[in-house]
């Protein structure tokens, strides 16, 4: 069966300033050190699997030109501007009306193109058996993270260890962040996977699915379906954008659903979601420190340091995070990542949103 | 009496990188934000009983220009240039044959170039009276700080309650930098007082010690005056001040010289020995911030953040001293800011001199 992917790329990437910024977020950023944008790293990662000319991109207006600039050969019209957003129930929507006009039915694949993973052989494996997964019935499959620690960040996924369908096992439930005690259960248990926001469907599954559990939401995709290819495809898809509500697939499809299957994922995953995960993804130094560009350590520890033309000396430094950028530098303590936010709704107050 | 000064302008100035640097040090910028150097301030703070013609200041080549720019109406000829830093005793005794040269005799009041004084009236007020001191005599008058914590960065100088000498009291001893212990006891004794490396003495006086005491460096000290005025000084200066050993006046001359008289500063003194000292000397915010710039803080306390035009943004921060300039970044924790000079020695060992 054909095969496509929809990749998600409308996020704004806050946590990643000031290296990252409302014109240019994280999912078009290199932090690899390799060169590749998140989002070409995502494309790559999948095209033994899917040709770019079935790759869909759902992002917002204002970066549809990096999306081209950054997907050499991806078909301008697989560029899914949403008007809004709305979360992932909307947009993923909105990816499965395009790909049903273009293939009638296919395999849709559903990526963020913002995370990393390490062992590229074993995601296209697992993506392999998941499209197998999906082909083979009306399935909803997700691929989950086999968990290494108690991490209370992220959703769950309770699989049936006894029921399974090939490789994939049957979803009990999808339980939202828990506490730490309760993450420390799940881990132990066995039974959990995280919720990576990864999925494999067949795009008939999918809509099905709208129509029965979002027909709120599945009414305005057929109203935009209509109008695809049409002169007034951009006045009704921002028309019907703006009436749907904000919703997750997760919570709007994934919890209610039937048929729903996980694969556990053992490929080195990180979804990037703070200066933090620079420390697990490069390699540091003999003192624990992570340095790029030019930059003199005195008595500095478990530092991040990202530099820029600029000289950065840290004296006495321990567990902070320091990025320089053209206009703007962070120093942030490590503990303190989370808010980082708080800096752009000051600035936001401030006026002061050349920084944004 | 005449009165003349000899401001010590030599120092390098390391402890301010990056806002020092070895082409700008320390005494040469403004730290107070009122736009006055240290140096100017200093100068301005003593215009009451000295005037600037009277004014020497003992710098080297490099700070020359930087010195004629910054003290306006300084004669040319009183911006003496040390070939060499040998310390204060060979600074001193080159200031006190070119007082000497052009006044004979006068009263010659040593300071340096940068430290601050908040109560310049009181200041002013102790320097007319120690320079009553030493034209009552042969006697060398050192201007001491009454402690009001026990520093252990300082020199003490032992005082005889006794013994008095108008409002000085006469010294009994100069004391090498105490340990802890020891400068808990001086503090509680309430007869020592903090070397400031302030003194007021007569030209004749402070001659005839170098004579008694640091003969060598005083047969230099007349070969180097016979040519004042000369075509040939620039030379013999050079060649003289090669063979000078480095050595303080404190050493060379106060620990063993008679008729020593203190007298016990109480003006708000700070000798600006680190970044700390713009802690003391500025306003900080309700949160302990002392922040000067274009600068956003999210959850910072106790910090000192002197930016540029760039923004800095500081998150989850305590006790950490950021500096920004044209070139390069310093972020430094406050316990470690004497630690600042091993990173102009990597700068050296990286070859990274433009730095510095």
Known sequence: MKKTALIMAGGKGERFWPKSRINLPKQF?????????????????????????????????????????????IPEENILCEPVGKNTAPCIGLGAIHAHVHHDDAIMIVLPSDHLIKNQKAFVETLREACDVAEKGENLVTIGITPNYPETGYGYIHYD????????????????????????EYLKSGEYLWNSGMFVWKVSTILHNYKELMPDIYEGLCTIQNSIGTDSYTEILNKEFQTFRSESVDYGIMEHAKNIYSLPGNFGWDDVGSWLAVGRIKENDVNGNIVNGNVVTVDTKDCIIEGQDKLIATVGLCDIVIVDTKDAILVCDKKSTGNIKKVLSQLRDLDKICYL
């Open 29 to 73: 950023l290199s932090l690899t050190g390799d060169g590749k944008t998140m989002i070409q790293l995502t494309v790559e990662r999948i095209s033994s699997i899917v040709d770019i000319k079935d790759v869909y991109v759902a992002t917002n207006q204002l970066y549809k030109n990096l999306v081209l600039e950054q997907l050499q050969g």
């Open 161 to 184: 260890k006894q029921n399974c369908l090939l490789s994939a096992n049957a979803v009990k439930k999808f339980v939202e962040k828990p506490n730490i005690e309760l993450a420390e």
